[in-house]
């Protein structure tokens, strides 16, 4: 079971990775997960990274080391990372790693209420997904091929995996797709035959009559 944290953002995550060997200010954190790509990896809120670090630094896992003003640009604040931020920061991705979590995308909740649509126009938006998600593929297999020249894997695992993640539910939709346009989609017909008629989908019944469409008959 996931720990409550302290400062429980994912950027309180990457903050504390990326000021693991050096003291910085808030624009240099910023500047520095941009250049490690951090903001492909997590979600990352820009406008919410004064807020993150000052959390960070209540919580401990930071401390204030001196400050520095450039020609009449505010004071900035130069943080470094305290022994109990690493200690958080290892726990943290130990638990990442080790702990799976439900994880609610907004193709899981498109997919849930898939039957409000007629199956012919899915197999039509399942093609448009399908065409995006290829050249996705196509173009971080171009990034991870230039990157893997230059940089070892450790520091590429997770494009390896957000790569894999891709190819995974490429094929999924694909097989998906070529269900609905074959017609071997079960149910399918009389998901299609809601649409046709007119008389909308009972989100319920339809369920019911999906999950049971390959049961054997008691009769």
Known sequence: MAKQRKVANLLALAVLAVMQD???????????????????????????????????????FLEVVGSERAGARPERVIYRITEAGRAELVDWTRELIAEPEPEHGRYIAGLSILSVLPPDEVAQL?????????????????????????????????????????????????????????????????????????????TARAREYVEGADRPSDQ
């Open 126 to 202: 399942l093609g448009r997904r399908l065409a995006v998600l290829e050249e996705q593929i196509a173009q971080v297999k171009k990034e991870f091929a230039a990157l893997a020249a230059t940089l070892p894997r450790l520091f590429l695992i997770e494009s390896e995996y957000g790569l894999a993640v891709l190819e995974a539910e490429a094929g999924w939709t694909r097989a998906l797709r070529a269900e609905l346009v074959d017609g071997t989609f079960p149910g399918q017909a009389e998901w299609q035959s809601w649409h046709t008629s007119g008389s909308g989908v009972d």
């Open 22 to 60: 050096e003291s910085m200010h808030r624009y240099q954190i910023a500047a520095r997960l941009r250049e490690y790509g951090k903001d492909r990896d997590m979600d990352i809120k820009w406008g919410s990274l004064y807020t993150v670090v000052q959390n960070l630094a209540k919580a401990g």
